[in-house]
């Protein structure tokens, strides 16, 4: 199995920067990508970006590319999400997840097999 601790979450006004982190323990041979997804109150879980971690390829959503860096840290197991310029809409409870995928842009929820309990990000306007 694979254990993912995510750190980093916190509350931030409007244009404020955060950094997450999400260190990975366990059976992490299992997996070859991760990434940040968010949830808020009555939506749906999305996917914010990913990273594979034998390439490097990242990928963003929309709402936050040019915001947020998605980076990687192998030799710690480690996976973080700089966010910078932070908006309102920005506030949610971020997960990190790790998966095995085949490749190509993995913002899915459903294709990633491991969880961590997430951490609460909110912005103030």
């Known amino acids: 199995q694979v254990q993912l601790v995510e750190s980093g979450g916190g509350s931030v006004q409007a244009g404020g920067s955060l950094r997450l982190s999400c260190a990975a323990s366990?059976?992490?041979?299992?997996?070859?990508?991760m990434g940040w997804f968010r949830q808020a109150p009555g939506k749906e879980r999305e996917g914010v970006a990913t990273?594979?971690?034998?390439?490097?390829?990242?990928y963003y959503s929309d709402s936050v590319k040019g915001r947020f860096t998605i980076s990687q840290d192998n030799a710690k197991s480690t996976v973080y999400l700089q966010m910078n310029s932070l908006k309102p809409e920005d506030t949610a409870m971020y997960y990190c997840?790790?998966?095995?995928?085949?490749?190509?842009?993995?913002?899915?929820?459903?294709?990633?097999?491991?969880w961590g309990q997430g951490t609460q990000v909110t912005v103030s306007s």
């Open positions: 366990g059976s992490t041979w299992r997996y070859n990508s």
């Open positions: 997840a790790a998966g095995a995928l085949g490749g190509g842009p993995a913002l899915t929820p459903q294709l990633f097999q491991y």
């Open positions: 990273i594979y971690t034998f390439s490097g390829s990242t």
